[in-house]
């Protein structure tokens, strides 16, 4: 028996914090099974299977602004990298396991006035999920979200006395199974509020063990697919695991 970070860095031949990192990451699975902690102990015949992160696509660009399509699996802060533009900050962030639309300025007046679009509540957001169960009708969340650390991690939940101000709104889309695509749009924007807003009415996002997922995915299904924001309007591809499910 072994710590599964070594095991794993004498397969790929990389160092003993690569190896960390990928399992930290989410990207090692042991059959279909994710390996979530490092230093487990694992029998030294095992065989480790590393999850490949799809490229960054550009959706547009100008002297202000770069849209992208964010693949899953890639935190925000990994962007400057995976795009090698030094002069772009973000704008906004989404979750390393949600793909889409993320957008990053070019210059500091478009950024300053992006960020007082997202305060003022001026940009649109539009997102697609597959959720846990049949979801058949339109369905708009009025429910407060308080945040806090748990187990060194953001953990959202409705609060009624400590929460703030969320608004959510859901639309089925199609129903495959005892699993539902919806679309989704936020009229507010708080942490892990689609996960949490989801969950409050019996339907997780499908991979969300977090919020109460009962089924395995090598992420959560959550796709950031449209945003538009001062006079710009962007749409993200969807990637397969979001265009139709298994």
């Not at 807003?197 to 796709?223: C, N, W």
Request: hydrophobic share 40%; aromatic share 6%; no cysteine.
């Amino acid at each position: 028996m072994e710590k599964a970070y070594k095991l794993l860095a004498e397969q790929e031949g990389v160092s003993n914090k690569k190896a960390k990192e990928l399992i930290d990451r989410g990207l090692v699975y042991v059959t279909d099974r994710k390996v979530k902690i490092a230093r487990a102990e694992m029998p030294n015949s095992t065989n480790f299977r590393v999850e490949d992160i799809e490229k960054v696509k550009i959706i547009y660009q100008d002297e202000y602004i770069l849209a992208i399509n964010k693949p899953a699996l890639l935190d925000s802060y990994e962007l400057q990298d995976a795009i090698e533009e030094e002069e772009t900050v973000l704008i906004h962030r989404l979750d390393r396991d949600t793909s889409g639309v993320l957008i990053l300025a070019r210059n500091e007046e478009f950024l300053e006035d992006a960020i007082k679009a997202f305060k003022q509540r001026k940009v649109k957001k539009r997102y697609v999920a597959w959720v846990e169960g049949v979801f058949y009708e339109e369905i708009k969340i009025d429910a407060p979200i308080a945040t806090h650390k748990q187990g060194g991690k953001a953990f959202s939940e409705i609060n009624e006395e400590k929460g703030k101000p969320a608004v959510t709104i859901v639309k089925p889309l199609e129903i495959q199974g005892k699993k539902s695509k919806v679309e989704i749009e936020i009229l507010t924007g708080r942490t892990h509020q689609i996960r949490v807003h989801l969950a409050s009415i019996g339907h997780p996002i499908v991979g969300d063990e977090r919020y109460g997922s009962v089924t395995r995915s090598k992420r959560i299904l959550l796709h950031a697919k449209a945003l538009s924001l001062l006079g710009y309007a962007f749409e993200a591809k969807e990637p397969r695991d979001i265009q139709k499910y298994k």
